[in-house]
C-alpha cells in the first residue's frame, strides 16, 4: 500500500493543470512532432522571420496568442532555448510578475515590465542610471507626486507597489494624465531601454542581437464583468492605439489573447505590426475531413500522460482506452486532459483502490469526472449562446458578423471554442459541450424557453 500511496502521490503532483514545465523538465513532450498543432508548428513561424532579419535594417515585432493551459509559455521558453542556440540574446518577461493581470493595463507599464527585466539581467554600471531609480527621480521631480495621497514609494518598493497597491497604481495614472506626462514617462522608459540596449552590444557584441518575449499578456482579464469590460478595452487600446511605444529597437514577440483578431481594430494591428498573429492551436483530437477521431492526436495527448504517470501500474496498460477517451474528450486541450485524470487519480486514493485499477472503476471514475467538468462549463454558458455555438459546431467557422466581440472574448476565455489547425486554422466546440449545444438548440427552438437562463441538464 505504501508503495501504492507514492506511485499515486507522484501522479497526482505531476498532473497539476496549473503548472508550465521549464526547460529540460522530463515531462516535457514535442506535441507538434507529428503536425498535430499545424505543419510546420508555429514556432518556426515566430523564429523564422527573426532568423532572417538584420536588426541594423529591420526588426521584426511579431503578435503571438495562445490558451492558457495549452503550454504555450513551454513552447516560448523553448523557443528562447533555440534562439540562443542561433547566437541571439533572449529576454523573457513574465508580464505576471510585474503586472496585476486583474486591472487596465497602460502603455508605461508594460514598458517597465520590459525595461525591469532588462535591468535584472543586463545592468547599467551606474546606478544612478539603473531603471527604479529613474522611475523615482522621474515621479518626484518631473510628475511632482508630493501631492498624491499615498505618496511615492521608496526605490525599491516601486516595482512591488507597481503590481500589488491598486490605489498607488490608480493615483498615478490619475496624476499622469492631469500633468499630461503619460508621453514623458513613456520616452524616459525608451530612454533606458535603447541605453540598455546599447550596453548589452558591448558586453556581449558575439550576440546576433536581442530578442524580447513579453509573455502572459494573454492572462489580463477582469475579476467582474465590468472590469474585463475596462481590461478587455485596454488591451485594444495598447496594441492599436500604442503602437509606437511598443515598437522597441530590437526584436520582440508580445502575447496576446486569442480573442482580439476578432476585434474590429484588429486588422488595423496587423497592418502596424506588418504580420498577423499566431495562434497556437489545440493539438487536433478529430480528424475534419474523414469526421473520425485523430489518432495521432490521440497518440500525442497519451504520451503526454505518459511521461507523468505509470499507466501500466496505474491503469494496466501504457495506452488504456480510459485515458485515450479522457484524450478525446478534453478537445485536445492539455490542461483539460490534465484536470480530468488528475481527478481519477484523486479517485483512486480516496477508494483505496487496488492497482492496476479495473476497467469497470477506470470508466466509473473517468465518466464521473466528466461529469463534473461538463457541468462546469455548463454553468458558465447560457442559453443564448446555445444558437451559435451549434453553428460552429456545424461549418467550423466563427459568425464574426452575427456575433458580438464581446461575446466571442467571452466563450474563448472560458475555452467554450477551441482553434485548431491542418492547413488552416478552424474552430470547433469544447467536446464536453458539443454535443449539448446542438441538442439543447433543438430544445430552445421548438420550445422558446430558456431564454437568457444558464445552460443546465
Known amino acids: 500500500m505504501a508503495t501504492n500511496l507514492k506511485l499515486i502521490a507522484e501522479a497526482y503532483e505531476n498532473c497539476n493543470p496549473e503548472e508550465s514545465l521549464e526547460l529540460g523538465d522530463p515531462r516535457w513532450v514535442n506535441l507538434d512532432a507529428n503536425g498535430v498543432r499545424g505543419d510546420p508548428p508555429c514556432t518556426e513561424f515566430l523564429q523564422g522571420p527573426i532568423e532572417l532579419s538584420d536588426e541594423r535594417k529591420q526588426i521584426a515585432r511579431l503578435l503571438f496568442s495562445g490558451f492558457r493551459g495549452s503550454g504555450k509559455s513551454t513552447l516560448l521558453k523553448r523557443l528562447k532555448q533555440r534562439l540562443e542556440n542561433e547566437r541571439f540574446e533572449v529576454l523573457y518577461v513574465d508580464a505576471e510578475k510585474y ?20 535591468d535584472i539581467n543586463y545592468p547599467l554600471k551606474n546606478r544612478t542610471k539603473r531603471l527604479w531609480q529613474r522611475f523615482h527621480k522621474f515621479c518626484t521631480q518631473e510628475v511632482e507626486v508630493k501631492g498624491m495621497e499615498i505618496g511615492i514609494p521608496k526605490v525599491g518598493s516601486i516595482q512591488t507597489e507597481l ?29 533606458f531601454i535603447h541605453e540598455t540596449i546599447a550596453h548589452l552590444a558591448t558586453i556581449k557584441p ?5 530578442v524580447v518575449i513579453l509573455d502572459q499578456l494573454e492572462h489580463l482579464r477582469g475579476s467582474v464583468s465590468k472590469d474585463n469590460v475596462e481590461v478587455r478595452e485596454s488591451i485594444i487600446r495598447l496594441f492599436n492605439e500604442y503602437t509606437d511605444a511598443l515598437m522597441l529597437p530590437c526584436h520582440a514577440i508580445y502575447t496576446v489573447p486569442p480573442w482580439l483578431r476578432f ?36 497518440d500525442a495527448l497519451v504520451g503526454m500522460v505518459g511521461k507523468r504517470v505509470n ?11 480510459s485515458v485515450r477517451e479522457m484524450a478525446k ?33 477506470q470508466s466509473e471514475y473517468m465518466e464521473r469526472e466528466v461529469g463534473e467538468l461538463a457541468e462546469q462549463y455548463g454553468t458558465a454558458l447560457f442559453s443564448e449562446d446555445i444558437d451559435k455555438l451549434a453553428q460552429i459546431a456545424e461549418t467550423n467557422d466563427i459568425p464574426t458578423e452575427s456575433t458580438s466581440p464581446e461575446k466571442l472574448a467571452d ?26 449545444s446542438l441538442r439543447y438548440r433543438k430544445l430552445v427552438s421548438s420550445s422558446g424557453k430558456l431564454n437568457g437562463q444558464p445552460f443546465a441538464e
Not at 499507466?311 to 488504456?320: A, V
Request: aromatic fraction near 8%; proline fraction near 6%; hydrophobic fraction near 35%.
Open 99 to 118: 503586472l496585476n493581470l486583474n486591472m487596465p493595463v497602460e502603455p508605461y507599464e508594460i514598458l517597465l515590465s520590459i525595461a525591469g527585466e532588462m
Open 163 to 191: 503590481k500589488a497597491n491598486p490605489d498607488f497604481r490608480r493615483e498615478l495614472k490619475n496624476l499622469l494624465e492631469r500633468r499630461q506626462k503619460q508621453s514623458a514617462v513613456i520616452k524616459q522608459t525608451h530612454d
Open 206 to 210: 558575439e550576440s546576433k542581437g536581442l
Open 263 to 298: 476585434t474590429t481594430a484588429f486588422a488595423n494591428i496587423c497592418g502596424k505590426f506588418k504580420d498577423d498573429a499566431l495562434i497556437l492551436p489545440m493539438c487536433r483530437v478529430w480528424d475534419q475531413e474523414k469526421n473520425e477521431p485523430c489518432l495521432e492526436g490521440i
Open 311 to 321: 499507466l501500466t501500474k496505474i491503469f494496466g496498460s501504457n495506452n488504456p482506452a
Open 329 to 361: 474528450l478534453s478537445g485536445g486541450y492539455p490542461r483539460d486532459l490534465l484536470r480530468l485524470l488528475r481527478g481519477v487519480i484523486l479517485r483512486i486514493h480516496m477508494g483505496k483502490d487496488k492497482l492496476p485499477l479495473s476497467e469497470e472503476k
Open 411 to 436: 466563450w474563448l476565455e472560458n475555452h467554450f471554442i477551441i482553434c485548431y489547425q491542418n492547413h488552416r486554422s478552424w474552430y470547433d466546440v469544447h467536446p464536453l459541450l458539443k454535443e449539448k
